[in-house]
């Protein structure tokens, strides 16, 4: 049984670029959340999607935006990359109909840096 | 709104006992989270607690006092390799959207 995986782990771009992260939930979960943890910080929640459609956003601009496939698989986007953009992007599965446990998965993450 | 605080930093021996605290003023709370995070490596998790009281597990425990938004991680017989950083994070509502606090880096000296 696969746990979260993430994609890719590591990569590194230029300012004003864009990028695209993918991300697998657990299976037999249909929920998933995106955080950016910048060093030496606590993740912070940027969205989830449920049912292919954004549900929450956190406090985060236009430039990030997402979306979820039918199998339940998400991506991340990011516009117009900032330097402060930097940060490890971490993607968290859950299962919206069982809302109490430990059921909140996350993958390893994909460090981004911009240069 | 929503503010964890949780200590920063945290120094403890090899084969003690350490606790590491936190507070909690979360709207819609809904169960509170302690998560393990190695230098370079994605949180694990090591707890959950929703209702009042002590959650254990081995050598790792976890306490809960709702009424006083407040929780603790105990972590007992500490090792080298538990050093790490402890994230508390709490869940808001009933999804899986989680609000963390900053992280206490615990060093476990010999």
């Known amino acids: 049984d696969a746990g979260v995986t993430q994609s890719p782990t590591h990569l590194i771009k230029t300012r004003g670029q864009q990028v695209t992260l993918r991300c697998s939930p657990k299976?037999?979960?249909?929920?998933v959340s995106w955080y950016q943890q910048a060093l030496g910080q606590g993740p912070q929640f940027i969205f989830q999607y449920y049912e292919e459609e954004e549900r929450q956003r956190g406090n985060f601009p236009d430039r990030f935006s997402g979306h979820q496939f039918p199998n339940y698989s998400s991506e991340l986007n990011v516009n117009a990359l900032l330097l402060g953009d930097s940060a490890l992007y971490l993607c968290?599965?859950?299962?919206?109909?069982?809302?109490?446990?430990?059921?909140?998965?996350f993958g390893e993450g994909s460090w981004l840096t911009v240069v | 709104g929503q503010n964890i605080d949780q200590p920063t930093e945290m120094t403890a021996t090899e084969g003690a006992i350490v606790q590491i605290n936190c507070t909690y003023q979360t709207s819609g709370f809904n169960g509170l989270f302690w998560y393990q995070q190695h230098a370079g490596e994605a949180p694990t998790f090591l707890s959950y607690?929703?209702?009042?009281g002590l959650e254990e597990k081995g050598r790792f425990s976890s306490f809960l006092s709702r009424s006083k938004g407040y929780s603790y991680l105990l972590l007992k017989e500490l090792q080298m390799k538990d050093s790490a950083s402890y994230l508390c994070?709490?869940?808001?509502?009933?999804?899986?959207?989680?609000?963390f606090g900053q992280g206490t880096t615990l060093q476990v000296k010999p």
């Open positions: 994070a709490c869940r808001k509502g009933n999804t899986g959207k989680l609000i």
């Open positions: 299976s037999g979960h249909d929920t």
């Open positions: 607690n929703v209702l009042d």
């Open positions: 968290a599965s859950s299962f919206l109909g069982q809302p109490s446990g430990n059921t909140i998965y």
